[in-house]
Nanobody, 120 residues
């Protein structure tokens, strides 16, 4: 079984920063794309950023220039550095990974989410 566990969320003032981490564990043979999504109250879950196995990245327009996604393949970990945070960034942030485990083909896995609140 594969598990994704996020950490690093919390309460921060506007203009502040946070760094989210997501560690994948379990029976893992290979990790392909990983990403961060978020869901604000009353809204649908939306993509924040993704990173491919080779390091290619993709960002939502709303976070470009403020957020940076990175990964450490040796640690099965993906990070999201969030700078210049705004109140509209408040949401539960979820980690997502396309992972080859014991199943015959890669599957998508989700973490349990970590709350990020931006407020003065």
């Amino acid at each position: 079984q594969v598990q994704l566990v996020e950490s690093g969320g919390g309460l921060v003032q506007p203009g502040g920063f946070l760094r989210l981490s997501c560690v994948a564990s379990g029976s893992i043979f290979s990790i392909y794309a990983m990403g961060w999504y978020r869901q604000a109250p009353g809204k649908q879950r939306e993509l924040v950023a993704t990173i491919g196995s080779g390091g290619s990245t993709n960002y939502a327009d709303s976070v470009k220039g403020r957020f940076t996604i990175s990964r450490d393949n040796a640690k099965n970990t993906v990070y999201l550095q969030m700078n210049s945070l705004k109140p509209e960034d408040t949401a539960v942030y979820y980690c997502n990974g396309l992972i080859l485990g014991v199943a015959p083909s890669p599957e998508y896995y989700w973490g349990q989410g970590t709350q990020v609140t931006v407020s003065s």
